[in-house]
């Protein structure tokens, strides 16, 4: 008789299936096993997110035991027969069964992530004017926040807190339609939970977040619940960055040097530092100064050889500088000292908490040797979209082994009807017609139609479709339909969503203007960038 087991994984990411190899022996009694309490792995990157089913590695755990019971199966055997279909479930295990045993690992299960929101985003205004900074739309088909989001997912960190203040709607709504792991029934630790700004009793309670430090305080009463009595590290993430890293990594380095607290840094050009916290570290790695956005003199002061990083002496002379990515790791007695005691009133990390306690306790660097962009601006915005579309490109979403997930919206594929399309990206569920797009990131929904000329452009897309019978309605009632119309040419633009942009429109900016606001229109420009702002109308035959 075979026996079978089945997994099954409801989430909004998933729908998995996993099946045992055949044996001789009888079956045990129930076909499908669920676990009512979590088994003690640390290393699950995926399973402990599926918090009312039984997680992939509880479930391998189990029926590796049963089948050294009860079938006298080796590990090697059970995965010599499982077939093909179900390698990427071997490899977990295979990762959980055999751990390395060289040093003490840093265990999962004691991390808890912080993703900071944003502020008010005024420098990414217009895209902010109606939502968060995290929730801002990036290639073609993800927000801001799926980046950090996807970063914890893929390495095990499945204790997430999420602050919000300002425009946090649509966040909001992301996030539950993207993160919701739990429906009643939760049989893992973990957990996505959004903490919204909010008044409370006293006259310090009436204020609302002052900043990244005073947002962590307003909620540091949540570290000490009975649910984070584990919790030995806090991870402190910005929601706005885009970036793919192993925090665990971060965790272990953290963890072997003894830390108090480690910042995540990258060496950047002279151009980019004065935008940033710098530091200067010892050859133990050691931050020794840290200064926040600094200026003449004070910027001078912070240069370092940083060919003692490992880097080139050509790139060494271009990248003086060492900045901080905004990324930190805090024990959690420390972190709980410095909010509450140390630095009571203070609001930020990056200008206040951090150069204090580099006078006081054991800050660490940790060296970051990838892509990392910090989307802080209009333009840093537009080139980190356009620079997806490089061959090859510095950062790309479509990695098999660290995916970057974001809200499933089971649209069709792409129709593409007699187009010249170069360097460019198209999401999913678009139609373009008969039209020329190059070095353009096109998004999900958008409708490009004959003769269109679409160069160096982000279009974010649109939230719904609109038929042919509609469009030909509200064409026949002297209005615009959604998307892109026939004949129109755009240059060097940010379009976003369910923008109406009419017939034989060009949208080039040959003055080269570098800032303006036609509000009234929803036109803005912002270094040399036009800017269709969110559901605006270009009427047809208009220059801009």
Sequence with gaps: MALAASLHLHSPLHHLRFALPSSPHPPPPPACIRLSAPCRVSTAPLS????????????????LNVFRKRHRFSCTKTRRAASASTSIFTDVAEKIVSPTREKAQADTRTVVAVILGGGAGTRLFPLTNNR????????????LIDVPMSNCINHGINKVYILTQFNSTSLNRHLARTYNFGNGVNFSDGFVEVLAATQTPGEAGMDWFQGSA?????????FEDTKNSNIDNILILSGDHLYRMNFMDFVQKHKESGADITI??????DRRAPNYGLMKINNKGRVLFF?????????????????????????????????????????????????????PTANNFGSEIIPASVKEFNVQAYLFHDYWEDIGTIQSFYEANLALTAQPSSF??????????????????TRVNNCKVVNSIISHG?????????????????????????????????????????????????????????NTKIRNCIIDKNARIGKNVEITNLQNVQEADISSNGIYIRSGITIISKNSTIKDGTVI
């Design 396 to 413: 790309h979403f479509y990695d098999a082994t660290n995916p970057t997930y974001t809200s499933p919206r089971f649209l069709p594929p």
């Design 291 to 343: 200064s926040e956005k600094p200026k003449g003199d004070d910027l001078k002061a912070m240069e370092m050889d940083t060919t003692t990083l490992g880097l080139l002496p050509e790139e060494a002379k271009r990248r003086r500088y060492i900045a901080s990515m905004g990324v930190y790791i805090f024990k959690k007695d420390i972190l709980l000292k410095l909010l509450r005691w140390r630095f």
């Design 264 to 269: 995540s840094c990258v060496p950047v050009e």
């Design 214 to 222: 005073d947002a962590v305080r307003q909620f540091v009463w949540l």
């Design 48 to 63: 402990a997110f599926f918090g009312d089913c039984l997680s992939v590695s509880c479930f391998l755990c189990l029926k």
């Design 132 to 143: 968060a900074k995290a929730a801002v739309p990036i290639g073609g088909a993800y927000r």
């Design 430 to 486: 678009c139609f373009l017609r008969e039209c020329f797009v190059e070095h353009s990131v096109v998004g999900i929904r958008s409708q490009i139609k004959n003769g269109v000329e679409l160069k160096d452009t982000v279009m974010l897309g649109a939230d719904y479709y609109e038929t042919e019978a509609d469009q030909e309605a509200i064409i026949s009632q002297g209005k615009v339909p959604l998307g892109i119309g026939q």
